[in-house]
């Protein structure tokens, strides 16, 4: 009896093991797309700053010739 009752306790717990390690898991999966996500923002930012500092050097230029 005593044999049984530690062998469902360890089994118990081995489970809550696999669903910790399966929670885990997911987390990390939906950290790295928020990664992916953080980077695709910095560089669609990027190229827009880059973008307005080119037609503001533009017009400071055609501002200065006249």
Known sequence: MRAVLMLLTATALSAC???TATSAATVAAAKARE??????????????????NAQAAARLEAAERQ
Do not use: M, S
């Open 17 to 19: 093991g696999a669903d």
């Open 35 to 52: 990664v992916e996500q953080a980077q695709a923002l910095k560089a669609q930012v990027h190229t827009q700053l880059e973008a307005a």
